[in-house]
Nanobody, 122 residues
């Protein structure tokens, strides 16, 4: 299963980007989905996750208040709106489909996207 991500790019500090992730043939429509990121030389880390119906969203402390994850209930597309971006947000962002319907944990991820690069620099 190939997840298709888009929306990455170069942005100045304080700017915004919106990432999108679409799965084929409604894969993930009944699953929690989320985003992870990996900066150069660092381990992959959780960024945000959302339940299958969009009713429960969880964020890492480093992005809380700046990033918003969303999806249409039961749909197979998830978005990550990133505002007030900082240089430390620079990373490859990966979309993930979890095996559960409620939340996202790295050990339960069933499918990964190929990653999209976000660079925050002046």
């Amino acid at each position: 299963v190939q997840l298709v991500e888009s929306g990455g790019g170069l942005v100045q500090p304080g700017g915004s980007l919106r990432l999108s992730c679409q799965t084929p043939r409604r894969t993930g429509s009944n699953n929690a989905m989320g985003w992870f990121r990996q900066a150069p030389g660092k381990e992959r880390e959780f960024v945000a996750g959302i339940s299958w119906n969009g009713g429960n969203a969880v964020y890492s402390d480093s992005v809380k208040g700046r990033f918003t994850i969303s999806r249409v209930r039961g749909a197979s597309t998830v978005y990550l709106q990133m505002n007030n971006l900082k240089p430390e947000d620079t990373a490859v962002y990966y979309c993930a489909v979890d095996r559960s319907s409620i939340g996202v944990q790295v050990q339960r991820v069933a499918y990964w996207g190929q990653g999209t690069l976000v660079t925050v620099s002046s």
